[in-house]
């Protein structure tokens, strides 16, 4: 949550969003801007520069993006009078990503607006465009100039970063072309989520469990990322995915690294990014004649999502009827290194799964020797910690405990952490702190190039021997279960999935 600045506080910014008459601006990043501004986050001297190839005046702009505000800001609906202290700052540039005129433009509106101000100013360029622009933007921003003040100057990314490893190196490549390393901000939304910021504090501010954060006592993790929706109106965007691209380069490999790290001296960006691409170099490679049994995939047929019938994925608008794209994967890797030797971390994600759950499952080992008679302990379970992400925000440790009674007996119970019985502060959503964040020149929760290209690597394999083999019994789960079957061959013996944690009702 970003702690509640006086605007004063804040150096003069722009924000100059390419894409701003876009779905990503609409949706998501001026709600984010217009309730930073609600808690007072924002700098006194502020303009928003939306450029898009559309004609729009400021006015049938700001008429939109109002409408965006209604429905998607934390606040819920705005009145006149609080959008009207806001709108002002959003200013519309017609023009073309690939015309030097336009960034001529744009140089002259910031210089404009720094003389206005009598200060210099910070500018962030945020890339809310297609894929296909973010290779040719930061080219031309180098051209004009604009890319060059170090101190001044940010470029905000958004994923896909690339398409594969080649792919990503080379985009990776054109933004160090022109703007340094520290300049660049590439999101994952998932890192500005509060309960994926916890796993830090949870880990490494109590002295509790990091003793027991390793192969002794750990015997397996489990990360979960279900989404209750199917591809809703993103069909042409996800059928040149797929879930391997879409979830699990990006969002599942960020909290596999939250998981796996070792402990950062001390909370500097490039601190804690060190300690996460660690994990990645030590994740042990897949061979692409390995790959059947480390990585299932899996696509939707027809089924049941909250009680109604809904369509299989091949008959979603955008899609092939014969797509042979991903929805799910589940992955199983190791980690060699002293802490995690031997230990798997099994990975799953699925779009039209039964229901919306993001969890991270530490199970730990039995007890070395049971003390107990048989009968006391026919329900016994190890012990189990859940990190729930969404929509349950919260932490459960299961362990064991003796039921009331003469006997003995011991039955698996919980102990329970949730956020909002804990908070009575609201969780932002991930862009607003990710955006002030940007703004803050904190890089903390942002990826670094050698993370991204690190996580490709991992991923090669399956991507290539998913491409070399065509799939043969795609659809291979309905909608509405827990994904193909062939998802518990990757488990070890004894090892499960874990049925999402119940905490309270979810929202
Ligand atoms: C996006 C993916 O990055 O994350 C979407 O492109 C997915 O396909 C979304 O639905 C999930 O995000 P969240 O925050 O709803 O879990």
């Given at each position: 949550?970003?702690?509640?600045?006086?605007?004063?506080?804040?150096?003069?910014?722009?924000?100059?969003?390419?894409?701003?008459?876009?779905?990503?601006?609409?949706?998501?990043?001026?709600?984010?801007?217009?309730?930073?501004?609600?808690?007072?986050?924002?700098?006194?001297?502020?303009?928003?520069?939306?450029?898009?190839?559309?004609?729009?005046?400021?006015a049938?702009?700001?008429?939109?993006?109002?409408?965006?505000v209604?429905?998607?800001?934390?606040?819920?609906?705005?009145?006149?009078?609080?959008?009207?202290?806001?709108?002002?700052?959003?200013?519309y540039?017609?023009?073309?990503?690939?015309?030097?005129?336009?960034?001529?433009a744009?140089?002259?509106?910031?210089?404009?607006?720094?003389?206005?101000?009598?200060?210099?100013?910070?500018?962030?360029?945020?890339?809310?465009?297609?894929?296909?622009?973010?290779?040719?933007?930061?080219?031309?921003?180098?051209?004009?100039?604009l890319?060059?003040?170090?101190?001044?100057?940010?470029?905000?990314?958004?994923?896909?970063?690339?398409?594969?490893?080649?792919?990503?190196?080379?985009l990776?490549?054109?933004?160090?072309?022109s703007?340094?390393?520290?300049?660049?901000?590439?999101?994952?939304?998932?890192l500005g989520?509060?309960?994926?910021?916890?796993?830090l504090?949870?880990?490494?501010?109590?002295?509790?469990?990091?003793?027991?954060?390793?192969?002794?006592?750990?015997?397996?993790?489990?990360?979960?990322?279900?989404?209750?929706?199917?591809?809703?109106?993103?069909?042409g965007?996800?059928?040149?995915?797929?879930?391997?691209?879409?979830?699990?380069?990006?969002?599942l490999?960020?909290?596999?690294?939250?998981?796996?790290?070792?402990?950062?001296?001390s909370?500097?960006?490039?601190?804690?990014?060190?300690?996460?691409?660690?994990?990645?170099?030590?994740?042990?490679?897949?061979?692409?004649?390995?790959?059947?049994?480390?990585?299932?995939?899996?696509?939707?047929?027809?089924?049941?999502?909250?009680?109604?019938?809904?369509?299989?994925?091949?008959?979603?608008?955008?899609?092939?009827?014969?797509s042979?794209?991903?929805?799910?994967v589940?992955?199983?890797?190791?980690?060699?290194?002293?802490r995690?030797?031997?230990?798997?971390?099994?990975?799953?994600?699925?779009?039209?799964?039964?229901?919306?759950?993001?969890?991270?499952?530490?199970?730990?080992?039995?007890?070395?020797?049971?003390?107990?008679p048989?009968?006391?302990?026919?329900?016994?379970?190890?012990?189990?910690?859940?990190?729930?992400?969404?929509?349950?925000?919260?932490?459960?440790?299961?362990?064991?405990?003796?039921?009331?009674?003469?006997?003995?007996?011991?039955r698996?119970?919980?102990?329970?952490?949730?956020?909002?019985?804990?908070?009575?502060?609201?969780?932002?959503?991930?862009?607003?702190?990710?955006?002030?964040?940007?703004?803050?020149?904190?890089?903390?929760?942002?990826?670094?190039?050698?993370?991204?290209?690190?996580?490709?690597q991992?991923?090669?394999?399956?991507?290539e021997?998913?491409?070399?083999?065509?799939p043969?019994?795609?659809?291979?789960y309905?909608?509405?279960?827990?994904?193909?079957?062939?998802?518990?061959?990757?488990?070890?013996?004894?090892?499960?999935?874990?049925?999402?944690?119940?905490?309270?009702?979810?929202?």
């Open positions: 949550m970003p702690t509640s600045k006086t605007t004063d506080q804040l150096a003069p910014t722009v924000l100059v969003i390419f894409g701003g008459a876009g779905d990503l601006t609409w949706r998501k990043l001026i709600p984010a801007l217009f309730d930073l501004s609600r808690d007072r986050s924002l700098p006194a001297k502020f303009a928003i520069i939306a450029v898009d190839r559309i004609k729009l005046g400021d049938a702009l700001r008429r939109r993006l109002h409408e965006g209604n429905q998607f800001s934390r606040f819920g609906r705005t009145t006149a009078a609080v959008w009207g202290r806001f709108a002002p700052h959003i200013h540039q017609q023009g073309d990503f690939t015309q030097a005129a336009t960034y001529t744009l140089g002259r509106q910031c210089a404009r607006l720094e003389k206005q101000w009598g200060a210099r100013t910070h500018r962030i360029f945020y890339m809310a465009t297609p894929p296909s622009m973010f290779g040719e933007i930061p080219k031309y921003l180098g051209r004009a100039g890319a060059r003040d170090r101190a001044f100057t940010r470029i905000v990314i958004e994923k896909p970063i690339g398409y594969d490893l080649d792919s990503a190196r080379a990776n490549a054109i933004l160090a072309a703007f340094d390393e520290s300049q660049i901000y590439r999101i994952d939304h998932y989520k509060e309960t994926v910021q916890n796993i504090a949870f880990r490494f501010a109590n002295p509790l469990f990091e003793p027991l954060w390793n192969r002794r006592y750990i015997d397996y993790v489990t990360i979960t990322v279900a989404e209750a929706v199917g591809v809703e109106h993103r069909g965007y996800y059928d040149h995915a797929g879930a391997l691209r879409d979830m699990v380069q990006n969002h490999m960020q909290l596999f690294c939250l998981i796996a790290m070792e402990p950062m001296v909370f500097d960006a490039d601190e804690i990014r060190n300690k996460k691409v660690d994990v990645l170099h030590a994740a042990r490679p897949i061979h692409r004649d390995e790959v059947p049994q480390c990585a299932v995939r899996g696509q939707y047929g027809g089924g049941l999502a909250a009680g109604k019938k809904v369509p299989g994925y091949r008959a979603e608008a955008g899609v092939a009827p014969d042979e794209t991903e929805t799910f589940a992955l199983k890797l190791f980690i060699d290194n002293w995690w030797q031997d230990v798997p971390f099994y990975l799953r994600t699925g779009k039209r799964l039964p229901r919306q759950a993001s969890e991270v499952s530490i199970q730990f080992r039995a007890v070395p020797h049971r003390s107990f048989p009968e006391a302990s026919l329900g016994w379970q190890s012990s189990r910690l859940v990190l729930a992400i969404q929509p349950v925000e919260g932490i459960v440790l299961g362990f064991q405990a003796k039921y009331p009674g003469p006997k003995m007996q011991l698996p119970v919980d102990m329970r952490f949730g956020y909002r019985e804990s908070f009575d502060a609201p969780s932002p959503d991930a862009y607003e702190t990710l955006l002030w964040d940007v703004m803050k020149q904190d890089a903390t929760l942002f990826m670094r190039a050698d993370q991204v290209e690190a996580a490709w991992l991923l090669m394999p399956v991507l021997a998913w491409q070399a083999t065509a043969s019994d795609f659809p291979n309905a909608a509405g279960t827990w994904g193909p079957e062939n998802t518990q061959e990757l488990l070890a013996p004894g090892h499960r999935w874990p049925l999402p944690t119940q905490l309270g009702p979810a929202p």
